[in-house]
């Protein structure tokens, strides 16, 4: 065999893990002499041999995908990323890929020469969720296949772009298309490959909600309380936390009052207003969302703790995981369950909440420490007072293996608000009583 065939020849070794070389190259060597272009003649050694390769799927079922699977689609971009691992130096290739279904994020950890606008075949691709969303990713074991042109199969994302709320913008969107008041709204300067460039950063909002956006292009136009509709923005996501990002292909206007259903006033006034706790664990992640309901756990790791003072992480007996023997940073937290009836989460209050809340200062908990000779002393105290509290949280929601955490930014008692929560409670007892 003609050595130009050996990097192709490896890469069948690799995607038939377990099958004998020189049976791999006889039968390629074999397809070769009767003249099998190179591509079909490597789809069918892999076919003859991989008996366990899993079925052919569409974009739109990635996240429901089998363990292995294979999938046609056209790459829209590709970037080289390189990082160390074990003292060397890795590369891996990320981007997009498209089909007549859909777009999702791949990453290749193997150099498939893959080019923007190729049409490839993936043979046992696997997924994998990174940041809540689901990944194409293909590796050793995977065999790609450079296919003809298929005009079927679209040459960008933009054909995907969906409407929605802003409430609704979600894990799974790529891009998305949208309304909304300005609420906040603010320039920064930044380095892009050694220039200065100023980008726009800031919050955007309907009836349903909110979003943070950076815009990448100008926006001399738009002001705080403007109306804008936009098309084809980007979304990210930063722990599980969708955002809107504003690029070159996406467009934008702004809107005549007449035009937008909503007062900007009443965007703008930021009352907070509490939602069931059920509609916030339906979602991956919610930007600025509040929730009221009684806390009825106060977690360990509440009370006083210590933080390592160069990456922030809590430490215990001043050694830090990522930066060993560190001379500690006292703070304090609260982590608890709050329930309002239709769900509970996961809630973490910093020191300047968590003193509000708990009503004393980080100081007369550090003399609580003190005084009972006891780490735990905060902790036990916490439990005693803060349990059934009734409490409203603000801040921004996340999910993970482990629930839904609530990271807040204000938290507050409410006021006045007892005689109504009697209320709806005797209207749920039964007509004869208990």
Partial sequence: MNDKYAPHLEELAKALDGIEHDDIKNELDKLLKFRVPLEEAKRTVLNKFNSKEGPEIKIKDISQAPKSFTLKGRIISVEKKSFVLKGETVNLYSGKIADETGVCFFTAWNDFCLKEGDIIRVHNAYMKQWNNRPELNFGQRSLVEKLPEDPSIPRNEQLFTQSKKILEINSSDMLVSSQGIVTEMYHRNVKIKGKDT?????????ETGKLPFTSWIPMDEVDIGSAISFKAAQVRLFRGIPSLNFAHETSWEVLPENKYPFSNMDLISDEPIPIPIASVLEKDGIFDVVVTGNIISVRPGSGIIERCPVCNRVIQNNVCRAHGNVAGIKDMRIKAILDDGTGAVYIMLNKELSETVFGRSMGEAEEIMKASL????????????????????????????????IVARSAWIPEDDLLPRLEYLLLKLPEDGL
């Fill in 374 to 405: 006891s780490k735990d002393a905060v902790y036990e105290s916490m439990k005693r007072y803060l349990v059934g509290t009734y409490l409203t949280v603000r801040g921004n929601s996340s999910k993970s293996e482990f629930g839904t955490t």
């Fill in 198 to 206: 100023i980008i726009v950063e800031g919050v955007i909002a309907d």
